[in-house]
């Protein structure tokens, strides 16, 4: 899809039972870019069907505390880089990136396709900072400091082409932060189908930091950091992963006991493991040329 190339080579089958019937999704390699893209690529019709609304996660409303704690991994990235400007947060979900950034620092806009979250985003950010068009239809009055993507390139049909539109939508010099699932991860590698973060077949792609570098050169910019962010998030990755493939291999009894009996080697495991084979996510920030 993004290089041209037409041939592909299978990396992984899964079948995934969920919508109205079990479903074979395959991962295809581009032997020339090294992109993996999940096959049948559903549309987003049939993936809405798939999204449920506890998929937007545990949200306690109207506590800023918890809202700036919950959001500290993305928000000391970006301001390790910028501290203000004008924001657009792609794929913003209920805002809440958005709202634990300081106002009187960053002006915020969002852009989230999901009516749900849509309007929610509005009611907690204001109606005129929260739109629901696609990335190619925005004709901002002034360019952006800043575009962030959290987990949400790999949802998008046409990653390269998003990407080219943020290039076009940033200053020059303008940043873009992208946090995805590490496909290249330790777990990824280790654990396959049952990788957490896989999830299928939501995930319409699958990076790395090798594959995503390229695509990002392609498009305009300049990779200025990779980061390996270990914590909570991947910690819930590993934990999610251990019991997929423990439910699987032991039936949802037998794995959960033999969960249970593991549990306690988990945080020393998944802390070496990240160090040295790369956590379940990885972050991306790159400078628009
Ligand atoms: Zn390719």
New binding site residues.
């Given amino acids: 899809?993004?290089?041209?190339?037409l041939a592909r080579e299978i990396v992984l089958e899964a079948t995934i039972d969920g919508g109205r019937a079990p479903r074979m999704f395959r991962l295809l390699r581009?032997?020339?870019?090294?992109?993996v893209m999940t096959s049948p690529c559903l549309g987003r019709l049939e993936l809405e069907e798939f999204y449920r609304p506890e998929y937007w996660g545990r949200v306690s409303a109207d506590d800023p505390g918890w809202i700036r704690r919950d959001q500290a991994p993305r928000t000391s990235f970006l301001e390790r880089f910028r501290q203000g400007g004008r924001i657009l947060d792609v794929g913003c979900g209920l805002g809440l990136f958005l709202l634990a950034l300081d106002p009187a620092r960053w002006d915020r806009y969002g852009i989230e396709v999901m009516p749900a979250a849509y309007r929610e985003a509005q009611r907690r950010l204001g109606a005129e900072r929260i739109i629901t068009e696609d990335l190619s239809d925005l004709t901002p009055g002034a360019p952006f400091d800043v575009i962030t993507f959290w987990d949400v390139l790999e949802h998008v049909p046409d990653p390269a082409a998003s990407l080219r539109q943020a290039a076009r939508l940033l200053k020059p010099g303008g940043l873009l932060l992208v946090r995805a699932p590490n496909f290249a991860s330790y777990l990824a590698r280790r654990y396959g189908a049952d990788w957490y973060a896989l999830s299928l077949p939501y995930h319409l792609f699958h990076f790395t930091p090798a594959t995503l570098t390229g695509m990002l050169e392609a498009a305009g910019f300049k990779v200025r950091a990779v980061g390996n962010p270990a914590g909570a998030e991947n910690y819930h990755a590993f934990k999610h992963t251990m019991l997929n493939r423990l439910t699987r291999l032991h039936g949802p009894r037998g794995g959960r006991w033999r969960y249970y009996f593991v549990k306690p080697a988990l945080r020393a495991w998944e802390y070496v493991s990240t160090r040295r084979g790369g956590g379940s996510s990885f972050e991306v920030c790159a400078e628009r040329l």
């Fill in positions: 899809m993004s290089c041209g190339a581009c032997p020339q870019c090294g992109l």
